[in-house]
């Protein structure tokens, strides 16, 4: 039997993985689960799953939870940064499910490691802003971390069993985002709701808006050089709107290994949690014969330019990519809040990453740090944006001109 916790349990991932962990329960026990504001789902799952501890935010979550469970309860309750570290850092838990949003989740993530539990990661904000670190310190424990992402899921299928000397380069693919199809001068109006309305997957909102602004591709690619030791220049992306080929992997003597599937993240779940086995999911099968055609096309690097960015933070190396994290959360902020414009978050990320100082030795306190900077000189940015116009939607109207992203690199391909 294997005994697993979940950071982010009552987040999209977490749910999915509880429903995957629900289909064999002879096989996965639940040690720990940890979410943040939702204890009305939280005390649902305790009470369903009976695990021996669970975290959520902060003092007063943690009160109010102990008080639905009820005195006959035996889940202890922490809460807060310490509560969610010390619950990923639980004894005899085989593996951590790490599924929270956000920067939240590398400190939690890397406990889980420190305390030698393996490690199933949906969080790529953990790979993003200290991969080098935490696989270090994978590799010190012993502790393996599983690809929860889609997409890394796919390549590490593919690598699976074939000499790494043979990989000439992987291929992720993306689905384009619900704003594929749209004119580069209609992205400026777009709004929240639109933006939230992804064509393929049901995903929390900060992932779901990175979708839209392809940063979730950039984050990606930063994923996928840690995860596989890739030089970045060797990670590609083709858009492929039906989302049924998750990620490729190109050979050297031209064989191409893609992994397929439809779009159900209980599928890359099961495989983190169970690997090497398969489990029996009972999910549709993939009908190719009805799924008609698959198409692959370029990405567009001029209106979609997170992708550009996140391959400059990637070569920079060091804090840049935990900068450009921080400050493309602050923007997705104020995206969502309506305070600030869709085609304004690439510029926010930029000028924040553009911004950053060459750094002393990488370290975690040094990621620390730059996360907090870059969301404080993120935030000032909004505000000196904001104050400059309201956002301009389709419900407002159009607001005043405000000053462009001026940038001649723009449209550079990431090959
Ligand atoms: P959701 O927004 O649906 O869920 C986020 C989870 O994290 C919830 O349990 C939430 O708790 C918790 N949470 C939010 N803020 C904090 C915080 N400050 N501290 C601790 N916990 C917090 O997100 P997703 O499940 O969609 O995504 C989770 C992670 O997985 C992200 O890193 C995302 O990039 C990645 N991922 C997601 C995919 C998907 O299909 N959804 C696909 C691939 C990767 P509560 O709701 O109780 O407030
Ligand atoms: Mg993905």
């Given at each position: 039997?294997?005994?697993?916790?979940i950071?982010?349990?009552?987040?999209?991932?977490?749910?999915?993985?509880?429903?995957?962990?629900?289909?064999?329960?002879?096989?996965?026990?639940v040690?720990?689960?940890?979410?943040?504001s939702?204890?009305?789902l939280?005390?649902?799952?305790?009470e369903?799953?009976?695990p021996?501890?669970?975290?959520?935010?902060d003092?007063?979550?943690?009160a109010?939870?102990?008080?639905?469970?009820?005195?006959?309860?035996?889940t202890?309750v922490?809460?807060?940064?310490?509560?969610?570290?010390?619950?990923?850092?639980?004894k005899?838990?085989?593996?951590?499910?790490?599924?929270?949003s956000g920067?939240?989740?590398?400190?939690?993530?890397?406990?889980?490691?420190?305390?030698?539990?393996?490690?199933?990661?949906?969080?790529?904000?953990?790979?993003?802003?200290?991969?080098?670190?935490?696989?270090?310190?994978?590799r010190?424990r012993g502790?393996?971390?599983?690809?929860?992402?889609?997409?890394?899921?796919?390549?590490f299928?593919?690598l699976?069993?074939?000499p790494?000397?043979?990989?000439?380069?992987?291929?992720?693919?993306?689905?384009?985002?619900?704003?594929?199809?749209?004119?580069?001068?209609?992205?400026?109006?777009?709004?929240p709701?639109?933006?939230?309305?992804?064509?393929n997957?049901?995903?929390g909102s900060?992932?779901?808006?990175?979708?839209?602004?392809?940063?979730?591709?950039?984050?990606?690619i930063?994923?996928?050089?840690?995860?596989?030791?890739?030089?970045?220049?060797?990670?590609d992306?083709?858009i492929?709107?039906?989302?049924?080929?998750?990620?490729?992997?190109?050979?050297?003597?031209?064989?191409?290994?893609?992994?397929?599937?439809?779009?159900?993240?209980?599928?890359?779940?099961?495989?983190?949690?169970?690997?090497?086995e398969?489990?029996?999911?009972?999910?549709?099968?993939?009908?190719?014969?009805?799924?008609?055609a698959?198409?692959?096309?370029?990405?567009?690097y001029?209106?979609?330019?997170?992708?550009?960015?996140?391959?400059?933070?990637?070569?920079?190396?060091?804090?840049a990519?935990?900068?450009?994290?921080?400050?493309?959360?602050i923007?997705v902020e104020?995206?969502?809040?309506e305070?600030?414009?869709f085609?304004?978050?690439p510029?926010?990320?930029?000028?924040?990453?553009?911004?950053?100082?060459?750094?002393?030795?990488?370290?975690?306190k040094?990621?620390l740090?730059?996360?907090?900077?870059?969301?404080?000189?993120?935030?000032?940015?909004?505000?000196?944006?904001q104050?400059?116009?309201?956002?301009?939607?389709?419900?407002?109207?159009?607001?005043?001109a405000?000053?462009?992203?001026?940038?001649?690199?723009?449209g550079?391909?990431?090959?």
């Open positions: 039997m294997k005994t697993l916790s950071l982010g349990s009552t987040g999209s991932i977490g749910t999915n993985a509880l429903d995957v962990i629900a289909r064999d329960e002879a096989e996965f026990s040690a720990g689960l940890a979410g943040h939702n204890i009305e939280l005390r649902k799952q305790i369903r799953f009976r021996k501890a669970a975290a959520v935010a003092e007063e979550k943690a109010a939870l102990v008080d639905m469970l009820g005195s006959s309860s035996r202890s922490l809460f807060g940064e310490e509560g969610y570290r010390e619950l990923a850092a639980l005899d838990v085989d593996m951590v499910i790490s599924a929270m920067a939240a989740g590398l400190l939690p993530t890397m406990a889980a490691v420190e305390a030698g539990s393996d490690v199933a990661l949906a969080n790529k904000e953990t790979m993003v802003m200290a991969g080098d670190l935490v696989l270090e310190k994978a010190s502790v393996r971390i599983l690809p929860v992402d889609s997409e890394h899921s796919a390549i299928q593919c699976e069993g074939h790494r000397r043979g990989v000439r380069k992987l291929v992720l693919t993306a689905s384009g985002g619900p704003f594929f199809r749209r004119d580069a001068a209609d992205l400026e109006a777009v709004t709701r639109e933006a939230l309305r992804h064509p997957w049901r995903m900060k992932i779901t808006i990175d979708s839209a602004t392809m940063m979730n591709k950039g984050l990606e930063i994923e996928a050089m840690h995860l596989f030791s890739m030089d970045v220049d060797l990670i992306v083709v492929h709107p039906e989302s049924i080929v998750h990620s490729m992997v190109v050979y050297r003597d031209g064989s191409v290994l893609a992994q397929m599937g439809i779009p159900d993240m209980r599928i890359p779940i099961a495989y983190a949690i169970s690997y090497p398969r489990m029996d999911l009972a999910l549709p099968e993939l009908d190719l014969s009805a799924a008609g698959l198409t692959f096309l370029s990405p567009d001029e209106k979609f330019p997170c992708m550009r960015i996140a391959g400059e933070a990637a070569r920079r190396g060091g804090t990519p935990a900068v450009l994290n921080a400050a493309n959360e923007a104020a995206f969502l809040a305070r600030l414009r085609t304004d978050i510029v926010i990320a930029e000028e924040t990453l553009r911004a950053l100082e060459r750094g002393g030795t990488f370290s975690m040094a990621v740090a730059a996360d907090r900077w870059a969301r404080d000189h993120a935030k000032k940015r909004v505000d000196t944006m104050k400059a116009g309201p956002p301009r939607t389709k419900e407002s109207g159009p607001a005043p405000r000053e462009s992203n001026n940038n001649k690199d723009s550079r391909k990431i090959q």
